[in-house]
């Protein structure tokens, strides 16, 4: 069996002798052939560059035997696209080169159409890295949620307090929504290129999902998720990572989504005997584990494996991104343990 006929196994919830296992953020700044690149050219050239961006997607591959690669990129390409560029601050966090505050500046966008010229970088990528991968190796493709884009598009980028998109969300809910259907045009658009190129699911990151007032994160969110899915192939396999959001799982289990990536706050196998059987689960150990040691990797990482045993439909992952002061030897200790694992 390879790596992909794994992780698209478990996908689709089939017995194992293993899970399959792939980290988010595992192209990035812990490596150090990834800060060489880096000193070398801009991250925002390095995703635009399809040899650059598949050279990054491929390095944790080549030191870990992950079982799936995840396409480098940004979830803000799609406000860029649509006309609103981003930037990373000097001080830390994102910036958007302008703040959306006006109906004008909402139609003024670039329609659903124009996303796969503009993004074309994105398909050149996909296609290099499956002609690499050969089939070997899982291919995830990804974007924000449409809330989670909106956030960074009204805020005008990272927020401590998310007011100006809960404002909008209260006060002008004609306005809000046209902006969630263009953002939910825009990535159907964009998803549907990802997969004629090559992706074998995509994940989709609601990362803002929690910062929702409960009884709202339905209307504000979940629904323009369910679109999403709704109109992508049948049985595609569909990811959902939602952070914080753990009053919603039953809700989201019921979106149409093959997997749930769920956040480390979680007892994953609590989870797992809460939603239904068919309903894959990704997660989840913190990731300030792999800021520890080897031993401490093995010891959580088998605990979380166990918890799971008898079980079937679960890659492993962290809860949330790798962080940039991850350690290699502790990234090693966790595919180890998780391919030395059997069921």
Known sequence: MTSRDRFLAACAGQKLERPPVWVMRQAGRYLPEYRALK?????????????????VTLQPLQRFA????????????????????????????IG???????????????PAEAVPERLHYVGAT???LKQ???????????????????TYMVEGGSSDNFERIKQLFYTDRALFGSLLEKLTAALISYFKM?????????????????????????????????????????????????????????????SGIRVLSIDWTNDLAIVRRTLPANIAL??????VLLNTTPEIVTRETTRLLESMRGTDGHIVNLGHGIMPHAKIECMQALVDTVTGWRA
């Not at 070398?40 to 050279?55: D, G, H, I, Q, Y």
């Open 39 to 55: 000193a070398k050219s801009s991250f925002l050239e390095m995703v635009r560059t399809p040899a650059l961006a598949a050279e």
């Open 282 to 287: 990704q997660g989840n150990l913190d990731p």
């Open 126 to 128: 996909l296609s290099l």
């Open 132 to 150: 690499e991968l050969a089939g070997s190796r899982a291919l995830l493709g990804f974007g924000g949620s449409p809330w989670t884009l909106a």
């Open 96 to 110: 958007m080169d302008y703040r959306l505050e006006t109906r004008t500046q909402i139609e003024a966008l670039a």
């Open 66 to 93: 992950l079982d799936a690669a995840i396409l480098f990129s940004d979830i803000l390409v799609i406000p860029e696209a649509l006309g609103q560029g981003y930037h990373f601050r000097e001080e830390g966090g």
């Open 194 to 254: 990802q997969i004629a190129a090559g992706a074998d699911a995509i994940q989709i990151f609601d990362s803002w999902g929690g910062i929702i007032a409960g009884p709202d994160y339905e209307e504000a969110s979940l629904r323009w998720i369910r679109e999403i899915v709704a109109a992508m192939p049948k049985d595609f396999p569909i990811i959902l990572y939602a952070k914080g959001t753990a009053p919603h799982l039953m809700d989201q289990a019921f």
